[in-house]
């Protein structure tokens, strides 16, 4: 039973609330436990199209927790950020697309882990930040290579070099985030965002991700093979046949997922 997270599903949806208000949902061990096991549940759920991840309270995250940080010697940071890491590799690489909501402050681990969502929606009080330095630290859960290859490698060094926190709007004009919606709109924007992509063939969505994800990592040349590889897959499921089909007859798809 999870203790800092929340997790239900609607209609394919599956939706992550980071649940430690008091502290602005800072991130400890048991936290990340218990998204390690939560993400394991979802990638093994066939029923489930999309994943939402977002805050209760008024914070998305402030950070890894920085009482637990601040006991530690090098070789516990060591582990400390290979765990965080990993589970934010996982995330990044489970086979749904995955949504950062971000309702508050999303700073050092928080934007750590908006970013390694596919994508991010802000609500208009959203702030940004990579505020490590300030602490005495460099971000420690892939923050520096995730930042530089959504905002640049010149203004990923002015966030972390100054530690500044940024809004909504600059969010945008960067590309760290790519929505942004008044507060009180910002679950249901994402939500339909959520439906609008469940709606289409599943192994499709899963295998652009695959031909974006993979082909972000090589060069063009490789990366155009990558996509040849994912597009001809396609084609051995129900619902490209149905997709088609659907178009031919002028008629919605009903897709299976097979
Ligand atoms: N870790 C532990 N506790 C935290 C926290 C964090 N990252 N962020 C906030 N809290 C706690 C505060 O200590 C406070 O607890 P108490 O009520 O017991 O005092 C509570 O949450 C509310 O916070 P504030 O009173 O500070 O709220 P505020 O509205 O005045 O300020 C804030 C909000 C600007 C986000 C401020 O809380 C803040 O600066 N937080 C820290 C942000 C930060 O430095 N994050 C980076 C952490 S290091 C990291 O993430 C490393 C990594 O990459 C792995």
Known sequence: MA????????????????????????????LLRELDSLLDEIAADDSLRVLLLTGSGKAFAAGAD??????????EAEDWGKFG????????LLPIPTIAVVNGYALGGGCEMAMACDLILAGEKAKFGQPETGLGITPGF???????????????KELI???????A?????????DHVYPDDQLQEEALAMAKKIAGNAPAAVRYAKCAIN??????????????????AKCFATEDQKEGMQAFLEKRKAEFHNR
């Open 3 to 30: 203790e800092y997270i929340l997790y239900h599903t609607t209609d394919g949806v599956g939706t992550l609330t980071l649940n430690r208000p008091k502290v602005l949902n800072a991130i400890n061990y048991d």
């Open 66 to 75: 920085i009482a637990q940080q601040a006991v530690m010697d090098p070789a």
């Open 85 to 92: 890491s990993g589970i934010f590799r996982k995330l990044e």
């Open 142 to 156: 892939s923050g520096t290579q995730r930042l530089l290859r959504r905002v640049g490698v010149s203004k990923a």
């Open 161 to 167: 070099y100054t530690g500044r926190m940024i809004d």
């Open 169 to 177: 709007q600059e969010a945008i004009q960067l590309g760290l985030a």
């Open 214 to 231: 993979e082909g972000a990592q090589t060069d063009i040349d490789a990366a155009i093979a990558i996509e040849n590889k994912w597009f």
